[in-house]
């Protein structure tokens, strides 16, 4: 097939021509022009760490393919590296399979390796999935999913698509479920320990995160300007918990609420604590404001080490051995950055924040 499009760099103006491609990719979803625009705004311009790497698909003056990645830190062993993740792959329905993805993949990749990028992240659907793999993406885990339901009586009510949620509602069935996991032991108490709601991250947060990161081999790099703006400069209804001792920051929890038709349901996002007691007690604070709120079921998913799943398991959450996540890839030009290091899951501690999820 003759190929009648062309690939260029994202020249400014052209999110006009991108919203009309999302239309087309995602016509089942209500658009706000507006709110869109803020939205894109915000994590196209507003990025802490600069402008992103952005390719475009053109024919006839019309954008018909779109990928982009977004700029981060991460911390990969002792060093910090510049890293970026690859979101918003967008083909219009009458240009599939005649190598969009492919060609804007190759290209942003080729910039990102000239800017000094070492390490690119990618959370694909199943649809994505398999061109990852042609160009040299490899694997590091399935995510694992964790949820804890608060109503059940009105998450069983829910009529959704999505086959994640409805495998949820089908295992949470058996009265004996509810008998066994859904009992939630109390926090520890620690003296001093204080947890407080707060809109926003201050400074306390980059010697917090100087000290705990090194705990985790590999993760996203969290300092207080890219804190602040993932979840405090978004009207996403993100709810911030902070943990203190002696002014003293020791921890924080993000978690966010989205309505699914008549069911709410609250995601955590983000979750780092000095300690196994402290995040514990995190996650019963936000327990504790799921009910107040009335949230119907609380989903957890992440790829982190042994100490998230004892506290987890100990606050009523569970996971079923059917019930999984989506696709965690990671790409690298690197020469001085082991692969095998890059592609052990237990290296690793990514949480449902660290992607484009919003």
Same mark, same amino acid.
């Given at each position: 097939m003759e190929r009648k499009w062309s690939v260029m760099a994202y020249k400014e103006g052209d999110e006009e021509g991108i919203f009309e491609l999302w239309k087309a990719v995602y016509p089942e979803r209500e658009y706000n022009r507006e709110k869109w625009m803020r939205w894109w705004r915000w994590m196209y311009k507003d990025n802490p760490f600069g402008n992103p790497i952005m390719y475009l698909a053109q024919h006839d003056g019309r954008i018909v393919g779109h990928q982009s990645l977004i700029f981060m830190e991460m911390k990969i062993g002792n060093e910090m590296v510049k890293a970026s993740q690859a979101i918003d792959l967008l083909v219009h329905p *009458?240009?599939? =399979?005649?190598? +969009?993805?492919?060609?804007l993949q190759r290209s942003a990749f080729d910039e990102a390796k000239q800017k000094g990028v070492h390490i690119t992240i990618g959370f694909p659907n199943e649809a994505? =999935?398999?061109? $990852?793999? #042609?160009l040299n993406w490899f694997d590091v885990a399935i995510t694992k999913v964790l949820f804890k339901p608060l109503n059940w009586e009105n998450a069983i009510k829910l009529k959704t698509e999505d086959k994640f949620l409805q495998s949820v509602l089908a295992a949470g069935c058996s009265l004996v479920f509810n008998k066994v996991f859904f009992r939630t032991p109390k926090a520890p108490t620690l /003296? *001093?320990?204080n947890i407080n709601q707060t809109a926003s991250f201050d400074d306390r947060i980059n010697d917090f995160w100087a000290k705990v990161s090194n705990q985790y081999q590999i993760m996203v790099a969290r300092g207080k300007d890219y804190l602040n703006w993932r979840y405090g400069t978004l009207d996403a209804g993100y709810s911030i918990f902070v943990a203190e001792k002696a002014s003293e920051f020791c921890g924080y929890l993000v978690i966010g609420d989205k309505m699914q038709n008549? !069911? #709410?349901?609250?995601? !955590?996002?983000d979750l780092l604590a000095q300690s196994e007691e +402290?995040?514990?007690c995190l996650v019963s604070k936000a327990i504790e404001d799921c009910q107040r709120k009335k949230v119907d079921l609380i989903l957890y998913t992440l790829i982190a080490n042994k100490t998230y799943h004892r506290v987890l398991k100990r606050s009523g959450f569970i996971s079923l051995?059917? +019930? #999984?996540? @989506? $696709?965690?890839?990671? =790409?690298?030009?690197?020469s001085y950055i082991s692969k095998a290091f890059? @592609?052990?899951? /237990?290296?690793?501690?990514?949480? !449902? @924040? *660290?992607? *484009?999820? +919003?």
């Open positions: *009458d240009y599939r =399979y005649q190598g +969009i993805f492919l060609k994505a =999935y398999p061109g $990852h793999m #042609k /003296e *001093d320990l008549s !069911v #709410k349901v609250s995601h !955590v996002f +402290i995040m514990h051995p059917f +019930i #999984k996540g @989506g $696709h965690f890839c990671a =790409y690298s030009s690197s890059l @592609g052990d899951p /237990e290296n690793w501690l990514v949480q !449902v @924040g *660290d992607s *484009d999820f +919003i």
